[in-house]
């Protein structure tokens, strides 16, 4: 079995960060293990929240993995709080990594042009720094346009696609994947560089009319399931688009009680489908 690292905070009430990963890669078939930065009452977009840092533990946790000879085959960052976390998770990459483990970086900072309450521009840089060490990261348009210093537009062509890609690719990650793009009219999804083949991918699905909160988790949380499974970047792009279109859809029946993030749950069992069918084609 797959083993993968995932490092994010626990936002007990939301649906983002681990109680999404955890869940969505365990029924993936990979055993997960997590390192939570944090410990909030809800994610940063509610008022009031509340936050138990968890920093100081980050090192005495994964020198005991260290003792204990854990290895993984790929780790997998999310929502981190502070620039002096992103250096010590990068010191935990760096400890952990072989030649053939798989890193996996959402920046997960900022959406709508906008960095979340907790950020400002200096954390971005600091994420960029994470980017660098990536085999992939996945930020959206408005955290690469951060990172990268190239403008955010919400109205865009593919060639400004390919230049945010490749600017992510000029920072340092083997494969960016850019989320949230509209390549046309009706339709959304991502796309990527892979700088070592120098060729671009990308996959589009049919738009849903409506936005919700954790999307962005669900996405990375498969994609980095699909990459460490071995299914390759294009049916990782797909299967991740997919099911997040899914689980959109999912909510929409569900009219009364949308606002605090996707029914991802009642859409499991079509990733575990989607997934049979792209290990074992007909
Ligand atoms: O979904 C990203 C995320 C994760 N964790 C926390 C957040 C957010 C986005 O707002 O606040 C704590």
Known sequence: MKRILTIQDISCFGKCSLTVALPLLSSMGVETVILPTAVLSTHTLFKGFTCKDLSDQLTPITDHWKQEGITFDAIYTGYLGTEEEIDTVIGIIEAFRNENTLVIVDPAMGDNGKLYPAFNEHYARKNASLC?????????????????GLPYREDYSESYIREMLLALAGIGTKTPILTGVSLSEGKTGAMGYDSENK????????????????????????LAGAFVLGLGRENAIRIAADFTAHTIAETLKDPADPWYGVNFETAIPSLLKSLQSLREPE
Request: no cysteine; hydrophobic share 40%.
């Open 199 to 222: 060729t671009f991918f990308s996959y589009q699905n049919d738009r849903i009319p409506a936005a919700y909160h954790g999307t962005g988790d669900i996405f990375s949380s498969v």
């Open 132 to 148: 660098a060490i990536a085999d992939i990261s996945d930020p959206n348009l408005t955290e690469a346009a951060f990172m990268t």
